[in-house]
T-cell receptor, first 114, second 110 residues
Framework: EPEVTQTPSHQVTQMGQEVILRCVPI?????FYWYRQILGQKVEFLVS????????KSEIFDDQFSVERPDGSNFTLKIRSTKLEDSAMYFC????????????FGPGTRLTVL | QKEVEQDPGPLSVPEGAIVSLNCTYS??????FMWYRQYSRKGPELLMY????GNKEDGRFTAQVDKSSKYISLFIRDSQPSDSATYLC??????????FGKGTRLHILP
């Protein structure tokens, strides 16, 4: 069964450093998303991406964040200058149509900012 | 008032019992209602999806939506130890952005 994959599973970084989280969505999917989950908190929407453009972004997704689909298979989330409060699980999701019932989530990347 | 409220639990029930999980919400614009299951260190997995008031059944799972009361429920019949996980309610007023509840940790005791 096709699945969304994410690398690395755990990333440790120093405050102020740039990190890139990588996702390989399901191959025929067209819509891509990033969510995050701070420990003990709810899963929060960050951004949706379609046709090489951001469709929507939340208040969390400020100028420190960016997304890119650099090739036909990867979807990345970059945090330019990490803060302690960026420590969280980051989930990538993808879907083949714009529908909340078709989003498949990856296993997540645990980001720890020291 | 938070958009989506969900009791975090933990909820412990004996194997075979009926489990009832609930969420309330405040945004009357929500049209799509979902339940996700999340195992430890895994991403959310969609269990049930509905966009109307009423009941929807899938095997041992029944999702219930009451838009007038802004209340949704998930019932699990004949609960199994493998059902032990965190259950997230989620909803949306549009096609893509999902708003999640905090999740309820469920333990099924053998």
């Amino acid at each position: 069964e096709p699945e969304v994959t994410q690398t690395p599973s755990h990333q440790v970084t120093q405050m102020g450093q740039e990190v890139i989280l990588r996702c390989v969505p399901i191959s025929n999917h067209l819509y891509f998303y990033w969510y995050r989950q701070i420990l003990g908190q709810k899963v929060e929407f960050l951004v949706s991406f379609y046709n090489n453009e951001i469709s929507e972004k939340s208040e969390i997704f400020d100028d420190q964040f960016s997304v890119e689909r650099p090739d036909g298979s990867n979807f990345t989330l970059k945090i330019r200058s990490t803060k302690l409060e960026d420590s969280a699980m980051y989930f990538c999701a993808s879907s083949w149509e714009a529908g909340t019932d078709t989003q498949y989530f990856g296993p997540g990347t645990r980001l720890t900012v020291l | 008032q938070k958009e989506v409220e969900q009791d975090p639990g933990p909820l412990s029930v004996p194997e075979g019992a009926i489990v009832s999980l609930n969420c309330t919400y405040s945004n009357s614009a929500f049209q799509y209602f979902m339940w996700y299951r999340q195992y430890s260190r895994k991403g959310p997995e969609l269990l049930m999806y509905t966009y109307s008031s009423g009941n929807k059944e899938d095997g041992r799972f029944t999702a219930q939506v009451d838009k007038s009361s802004k209340y949704i429920s998930l019932f699990i019949r004949d609960s199994q130890p493998s059902d032990s996980a965190t259950y997230l309610c989620a909803m949306s007023d549009r096609d893509d952005k999902i708003i999640f509840g905090k999740g309820t940790r469920l333990h099924i005791l053998p």
